[in-house]
């Protein structure tokens, strides 16, 4: 079968993902170019039944000079050969409505000499919005053809496929003349590289890149040999050039009557970008995302937590009892269940930022936020992952995607998880009802209640704190610009909706899935294998401590549980770092509990439960009590109890600060695309979260 | 109207766009503490920082 390579091309809010997927539907796979963040997406189409092609999305681009170094690796597609996107037709894909800046690129691709198509996007809106496009005057001023197309009604995909077909035949000369730049210095380039493309040799002079068989000029001669601030001159200059070349083009072809032009921006902008209605506009879509995620996902996510546990019990009555049984019921099982647990979740989220991406009201929310969060490194957009975070970390560094910015980026996400998510709540309720009394502070203000408030309000101290400080301490590849395009308000495009939504949870599947999966089961394995001698005896020890008691099944059964997990192999690492922790204020016993809940905060106060024989199957809500009562009760060999005021705010300190989540681990892995940034986050949160604990336990102690 | 740009100091980008000497710029919000500003040019709507701003140097029409 033949098979073509087709690149979309444009500037940003184009549409050109739009028509990206009405091309490839779900044929499309997303990725990271290798050793960026920026994401790759290609797909497949069939242009005839016999015609395959391979369908390359580039990131929207004003111009093929990259921005950021990021940008540059996925530009690479057009500059080398040998890229495995090289493309046989490129596809600039524009909007009516903004011709003349969408040109600039068109004519800079046209002149690498590729086989191009423009896509006229939004055609359908060229009544509404009174323009008039000569199309056949501007294909040949253009040396192109011209496909008009409206994603959204799904029209002239076909031709565009069409066209796709025909490309061959279509001129590939360059259509702007560089010389009108600097008459002198591209002649002499013209003369020096014979037989080669002259804006290649041109853009080899910029450094932008490096063509195969075009090498930058070396040169003692002042006259050609031009320094990097003549070059960024003439860089200007041909930009200005450039438009003067589309602007007389355009003059003859494209006509606009301002009287039709009838403009919601100004109005929606007027409210949603204003000092105070803007704000506060914004703060209710915030508490509408919070809300969905936090309040909405919870039903679906009972529902996957009841399932994996029925399954897993399932499994474990019908297998015959052993090794395996164990291994799939309580190790794949239960770790395939953690890991779709946050799949309403991310779905959610991201079902509600496609449709605040599509409209283009995102672009408002940096707007208006961007001077708070710049001195902490982030960006206006970083204020959806730090929100999303305090209901779960996973799907909100997934949600720092959004930022173009590769440094904010990178930033949003290292410090997102500081946020105090929902998974924390329950071992925050255990440890204030132990340390902080049931008074009121004035009279009226519950003193737990405060101490809770405050532990959210360190949460996002701490993010934006690390924030400073990372940002301090990262260097930007480049210097970075903030120039935010401010798309017009569009309705969204649900299909645009659901494929976003789609990719984005079948690629936490693969991508973070397998590592949860995994660490969960390496998890399980030494929380439920240890030792023969103790650990494979534990029943008859146990049994045996408790003959000359009178003890209930129950009773019996609980101080197995506990024998186990302390004579696990998690428990005897637990003992073993017991040392390290002590400083910290903690025993033996809540060092296995740190240690465990590695796989998941909540599983703090379970494990903290079997180790003080109350049994696992303990509910915060229902059981809490109890937890506390035994715990409270619990005392050191001098007889001060070991759940002290010093000791409660230690533990707090920790958990606030702390990585104490894989899931997180897994998701920084696959978002950041480094082990460095997931390892480094690791050490940075948990080591701070260390030092604090151990300066206020030493205070307070 | 655009009398000068700082072309040192100034991305490509937003050349690019089109801020460039002679194109009418309009400004339609400024965000708290005057900083980003909204700015409308060669039809293209954009934010941008004030450091960026401040090195473009315009004529009031």
Redesign the interface.
Known sequence: MKSLKIVLVGNPNVGKTSIFNALTGLNQHVGNYPGVTIERKAGTTHLTKDIKATVVDLPGT??I?P?SKDEEVALKALYDPNNKDYPDVVVVVVEV??L??NL?LFTQIKDLGFPTILALNMADQMDKKGISVNVALLEQKLQTKIVMISARKNEGIDTLKQAVLDCDQNATDNIFDLKSIDADYFQTLEMLYPNQNPYKVWLTQTKVFAFEGINPLVSSNTELQKND?EI??L??KE??KR?QFINEILKETYAIDTTKAKDF??RF??IL?H?FWGYVIFMVVMLLIYGSVFELAAYPMDFVDGLFSDLSAWVSSVLPEGKLTGLIADGIIVGLGGVMMFVPQIAILFFLISILEETGYM?RV???M??LMRPFGLNGKSVVPLVSGTACAIPAIMAARNIENPKERLITMLVTPFMTCSARIPVYIIIISLIIPQTYLLGFIPLQALVMTGMYLLGFIGALGAGWVLSKVIKADR?S????????YKLPILKNVLLNMYEKVLSYIVGAGKIILALSVVLWFLGSHGPSDTFGNAEEIVTERYVQQETSAEQLENAIAEYELEHSYIGIIGRTVEPVFRPLGYDWKVSIAVLTSFAAREVFVGNLAVLYNLGADLDVEEDGGRIVDTLAKEKRADGTPVYSFAMGISLLLFYAFAMQCLSTVAITKKETNSWKWTVFQLVFMTGFAYIVSLVAYQILK | MIKAINTENVPLKLIEIGCMAGNIVEVLQVAPLADPIYIKVNDSFMSIRRDLAEQIEVELI
């Open positions: 004003y111009s000079n921005s409505e903004n003349k800046r600039l601030s960024k001159r860089q200007h930009t200005i438009y921006r100004m902008d007027r970008t000092k672009s940096v707007f208006l961007d001077r210097k610009y903030f120039i935010i395009e401010m798309p017009t």
